[in-house]
């Protein structure tokens, strides 16, 4: 199917986040004016739904219920997260920059500590900034490497040089930061390029791209009609 790029100039983009640094930082100091109870001893385990809201019991602040150790870099911590159903997956780089290495992990975070499934290590691409997940049917990506959600095997996609920002039924759409994306589909174990596109000027954009947040995907629109939002340097 053709999957059509809608370009976003990022003149002025207006963020709104709301999240916990629980995996790299550590809960603060209380404050003399604050109660706080022991910490606890199990994590979430429960039925809760979204409700679109805030509950009012986050009113008293948030302990910490567990917490994954990853290495960090002369730069800080480099691990990329994300969370499938039950798994967390992550994804970071060795603290030896020399090395050229990352190692991918796998948890099940559905009981009241997480359980490591499996970790891996494998080559790290030359250009490798900080891309976002792209899940795939049994693989996800994280810039041009691809892993099985099962085993953690990994592999490099032909797609070097570029980054996966989504997949759209079965082609997943690559970006070089410059003035190309393609799309891609994978047969048994080789991948295809099908068509290849010229952008506006991604340099600069997908830097920001953090600056720029979706739902979950930045896949818009149903069917032939699907479209995937690029940011864009703006040109005025």
Known sequence: MTVLLVVLLTAVVMTAVFGINWLTS?????GPQRSYTSMPTT???GD??????I???????VETAWRIPFPSTKYGSRALVAVEDTTLY????DPDSAAHQATAAAFDISSEQPRELWRTTGPLPESFGRPSFVFDGEQFIVGSII???ASGAQSLAP????EAIAAVDGIIVACD??????????EASSWERQWETTTASQKGALSTLDKLTYPDTPVIGTGEHQSIVLPADSQT
């Open 55 to 61: 509950s009012p019991a986050w009113a008293s602040g």
């Open 90 to 93: 992550a994804l970071f780089e």
């Open 159 to 162: 797609w070097e040089g570029s």
């Open 147 to 149: 892993i099985d959600k």
């Open 177 to 186: 930061k410059k003035q190309a994306c393609s799309g891609w589909t994978q």
């Open 43 to 45: 994590g979430y385990s």
């Open 26 to 30: 550590s809960p603060s100091t209380p």
């Open 48 to 53: 809760a739904v979204s409700t679109g809201s």
